[in-house]
Each structure stands twice: as C-alpha cells, then as structure tokens.
C-alpha cells in the first residue's frame, strides 16, 4: 500500500483546508485511514479516522465540530475537511492506512508523507 498526500499549506485564522490522501496497492485488504498530526516538540496525535467499509468515523475532540473526515472508495482516496483554523492546528499532517480495525495509532500499518499546516494568528 502506498499514500500520497496533499493539501497543506499557510493559512490565517479561522481560514480552511483540504486535505487528500490517495491509497494505491492492496486497499481492499485493510479497514480504513486514519489522519494524524505532529507538531514540534510533541509526539504524534491522531486526528481522524473513517473506514473503508461503513464509513465509520471518529474524531479527536480537537477536530470535532470543526474537521470532516470523507471516503471517495471509487477513488481510493480519503479527504480531511479542516475550517474554523487555530494557531494550535499548526503541525505536519500524516495519513495512515490500517490492515485492521486500530485501537490506537500503533494499529497503522501504512504511512503517507507528512504535509505540513501553518495557521497564522
């Protein structure tokens, strides 16, 4: 499995983003994507995450309300929706690729290349 991702970028305040993230191989094998970040100096968190199948979905409480997680299956691809933007969001953005359900981000077998999110104050 590989992942492509884009859709960073600089942004003010309040402004909004998309993400994608294009999965190629044997997607059929494995549940679902997840999104996560990592700014400097932290560990990586997670974000969101959707399935392949139901279109399952979780957020983290910092993306509630605020971030939509979406599947194209056809398309293999997964897009995040991030708006009402903070300074706090600022961070790389990675996409991963679980073969099975994940209890945590140690359940993430594939990873896309990080995508850097800077939100301006």
């Known amino acids: 499995v590989q992942l492509q991702a884009s859709g960073g970028g600089l942004v003010q305040a309040g402004g909004s983003l998309r993400h994608s993230c294009v999965a190629s191989?044997?997607?059929?094998?494995?549940?679902?994507m997840g999104w996560f970040r990592q700014a400097p100096g932290k560990e990586r968190e997670f974000v969101s995450a959707i399935s392949w199948g139901g279109g399952n979905t979780d957020y983290a409480d910092s993306a509630k309300g605020r971030f939509t997680i979406s599947r194209d299956n056809a398309k293999n691809t997964v897009y995040l929706q991030m708006n009402s933007l903070k300074p706090e969001d600022t961070a790389v953005y990675y996409c991963?690729?679980?073969?099975?359900?994940?209890?945590?981000?140690?359940?993430?077998?594939?990873w896309g290349q990080g995508t850097q999110v800077t939100v301006s104050s």
């Open positions: 191989g044997r997607i059929a094998s494995t549940y679902g």
């Open positions: 991963a690729v679980a073969r099975f359900r994940p209890a945590s981000i140690g359940g993430y077998d594939y």
